[in-house]
C-alpha cells in the first residue's frame, strides 16, 4: 500500500498511487507502455518527462492532449490512452 495513497482509473483498470506521483509513472504503473497513437499509427510514450516532446498526451477526465509527465495524480481521476 502507497504511502497517503490516491486512486484513479487508468483505461478503467484502479491503480492506487502515493500522493505527489506523476500521472505518466501511474499510466507505467499499470503496465500502459502505449500512451497515443502517431499519424501513421505507430505507438508512441513518454521521450523527455519534462513537458516538451508532446509524447505522452492523454485523456485526462475528459479533457484531450495532456501532458501526463506534467500532471500530478488526483483523487478520482479518470484517464485514458489511445490504446
Ligand atoms: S514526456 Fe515529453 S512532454 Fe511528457
Do not use: H, Y
Amino acid at each position: 500500500m502507497p504511502a497517503n495513497p490516491i486512486q484513479l482509473r487508468v483505461n478503467g483498470k484502479s491503480v492506487l498511487v502515493s500522493a505527489g506521483t506523476v500521472l505518466a509513472a501511474a499510466i507505467a504503473q499499470a503496465g500502459v507502455t502505449k500512451f497515443r497513437r502517431a499519424v501513421t499509427g505507430g505507438p508512441r510514450g513518454p521521450l523527455c518527462g519534462m513537458g516538451i516532446c508532446m509524447e505522452c498526451r492523454v485523456t485526462i477526465n475528459g479533457q484531450t492532449q495532456c501532458r501526463s509527465c506534467q500532471t500530478l495524480c488526483e483523487e478520482g481521476m479518470e484517464m485514458r490512452t489511445d490504446e
